[in-house]
């Protein structure tokens, strides 16, 4: 295969060092090159190498390794010139061949579940190298009390656990207010303030087409959606607004959706696209609450109107 080096684009992962990083670009095609393959494992990785001039497409399967959530603002153009040596296989078979091979830093590597640049620091301490303390309050979001206090609002996100001192059962964060500094949190984790099944993009990123036809046409169109890392894929109905930006309506009520996340679109097998969370709909507590208060509004009004209960019947 030949292809101009400015022309090839390997994606792999990130590396503290120069050396590390030549070893991380370099390893994959020599090991790859001298593993023996199953023949139909083999040819179906050729093909995905050749494909390149071609549509790209990325999978979304739960249990990936989220590269297509990473991908969601990458251009067309920039995808077709770019090669996954390791595309379509496991993490687990990834770690034989590197046992096989004796590649032993592959194998002691942990999973990187958090910032990468942060390390073992404390994320707490780290954040407030750069930004002030804004100190706010915790306010239990069903009946406004003041549970503890913290030292700013941009130190949560919304459905992680929130440290609030003396208190033995757990609360969750589950709105944020940057005026006032409070932190709104909710008890157990399934609390139907963490739950929303309606949201709006900002200008949508389409990698193969802008937007897609059926989109176009329909205004509307059905496919799933993600917005972190090995989360389910979750169905759901575009909404087109003439100004690029998307309505995105869950089937179900998902948990934790935050402003500033990006959700990425899925068809199948093939990565859409993404874009910017910038309007969150009403929680699930929020729209029991409204339909509570019709419902007594309801009830108080027929009251009224039927007023005190006639005599029973006469026998």
């Keep these: 295969m030949s ?13 503290t060092s120069t050396s590390s990083s030549v070893a991380f670009l370099i390893t ?27 549509r790209s497409t990325s999978g979304g399967q739960r249990g990936s390794s989220g590269t297509a959530l990473k991908l969601g603002a990458v251009s067309q153009d920039a995808l077709r010139r770019t090669l996954f040596p390791l595309g379509g296989l496991t993490k687990a078979f990834v770690k034989k061949i590197a046992a096989e091979n004796r590649l032993h830093h592959v194998l002691q590597k942990k999973e990187s579940m958090g910032i990468c640049f942060v390390g073992k620091r404390n994320f707490e301490d ?44 757990p609360w969750y964060v589950v709105e ?43 205004k509307m169109m059905a496919c799933h959606f993600r917005f972190r890392h090995q989360m389910a894929l979750v169905p759901c109905v575009l909404t087109l607004n003439q100004d690029g930006t998307v309505w995105v309506t869950a089937v179900e009520a998902v948990r934790a959706l935050a402003l ?48 005190s209960p006639g005599p029973g019947p006469t026998l």
């Design 28 to 54: 994959p095609w020599i090991i790859l090159e001298q593993t023996p393959w199953p023949r139909g494992t083999m040819r179906g990785r050729r093909r995905r190498m050749r494909r390149s001039s071609g």
């Design 3 to 15: 292809m101009k080096k400015e022309e090839l684009l390997i994606l792999t992962s990130s590396a």
């Design 260 to 307: 500033g996340q990006f959700a990425v679109f899925y068809k199948g097998d093939e990565c859409l696209g993404s874009g910017k969370i910038l309007r969150l709909g009403p929680s699930a507590y929020t729209l029991q609450k409204g339909r509570s208060k019709s419902r007594a509004a309801t009830e108080g009004s027929s009251a009224g109107q039927g007023g």
């Design 176 to 218: 944020k207010d940057s005026a006032s500094g409070d932190v709104l949190v909710a008890p157990r984790t399934d609390h139907p303030a963490l739950y929303r099944d309606l949201l709006r993009t900002g200008r949508v990123h389409w990698i193969a087409e802008e937007p897609p036809a059926a989109l176009v046409r329909d």
């Design 126 to 169: 780290f954040i407030l190298q750069y930004l002030q303390p804004r100190p706010g309050k915790f306010i239990s979001i069903e009946d406004n009390k003041v549970l503890g206090t913290h030292k700013g609002w941009f130190l949560y996100t919304l459905g992680q656990r929130a440290k609030i001192g003396g208190l033995r059962e």
